[in-house]
């Protein structure tokens, strides 16, 4: 948006440009008579440009003033954009004119307005975010609008890099996941090694060694948790589960990595 050389004009004007960016409600300016009693003007219609996706920046130099300068600041103190330029002329008052007939006139200063933040920018101005001067020896060349489009480039490529970045994170973790999930398999579950390991206490329980990986392993009939035989989580005793139906109990090993592993634990007397 180019305010440059823009003297303003009327406070419903400024309101209705600002409502083209500001959502319905939002405070554009406010007006103070210097009563205990300030009104403030907000945003009366649905814009167009809404969408805070949207990237917006604004040039203004010392010809902005007045109604230009509300629009400005009323951008900025929503959080909509970047002021580029020059410092912005100062007039924070507003008038009301008065036709005195023959082509007389008189314009007189009934209040004062302020930034939606409470900011009085007279004899002020407002200060841009990036001050850029003209360049003296080459007038064709318009520097302040270069950069403003340069901005606005910026911002058009951030995204792309910024979800670049993101894809990035997930493969490392995708690639983090599929380097674990190979020693899940680790456990010492399969049948051989549940035979070669396991020893018969009594016909009521087993014990199996070299268990790996393993942070807790629970009864599937009863909820019973079974309890480890080792302070390294290595050795395990099951017991048959009386509520079992059949000769068979089942158990759930839950893995230091959190996954669950489904294994049948069977028990036949003293022929396992």
């Not at 203004?60 to 929503?78: P, T």
């Not at 930034?115 to 004899?123: A, E, L, M």
């Not at 490392?172 to 996941?177: N, W």
Request: net charge positive; aromatic share 8%.
């Amino acid at each position: 948006m180019d305010l440059r050389n823009n003297p303003g004009g009327y406070l419903t004007d400024a309101q209705f440009i600002a409502g083209e960016f500001l959502p319905v409600g939002q405070t554009v300016v406010w007006e103070d008579d210097g009563t205990v009693n300030r009104k403030s003007l907000n945003v009366d219609r649905t814009g167009l440009l809404t969408n805070t996706d949207i990237k917006l920046v604004i040039l203004i130099n010392k010809g902005s003033a007045s109604a230009s300068e509300i629009v400005a600041g009323a951008m900025r103190d929503n959080k909509r954009q970047f002021w580029f330029g020059e410092t912005s002329y100062g007039k924070g008052t507003i008038q009301a004119a008065e036709d005195l007939g023959d082509g007389a006139g008189l314009h007189v200063t009934i209040a004062k307005w302020l930034t939606p933040n409470g900011t009085w920018v007279n004899g002020k101005g407002l200060t841009p975010d990036v001050s850029v001067n003209l360049d003296a020896k080459d007038p064709s060349r318009d520097t302040q609008l270069e950069s403003a489009v340069s901005q606005l480039l910026n911002n058009a490529m951030r995204r792309p890099v910024v979800l670049f970045g993101f894809l990035l994170i997930v493969i490392g973790v995708l690639s983090l996941i599929s380097s674990v999930l190979p020693n899940l398999g680790n456990f010492n579950f399969s049948p051989a090694n549940i035979k070669q390991n396991v020893t018969v206490v009594s016909e009521e329980s087993v014990t199996i060694s070299d268990v790996k990986n393993v942070r807790s392993i629970g009864c599937n009939h009863c909820g019973r948790n079974y309890a480890c035989s080792s302070t390294d989580f290595s050795v395990w005793t099951f017991w048959h589960c009386p509520i079992a139906p059949g000769p068979n109990s089942t158990a759930t090993a839950k893995s230091k990595y959190r996954f669950r592993i489904y294994r049948l634990f069977r028990w036949n007397d003293r022929n396992q």
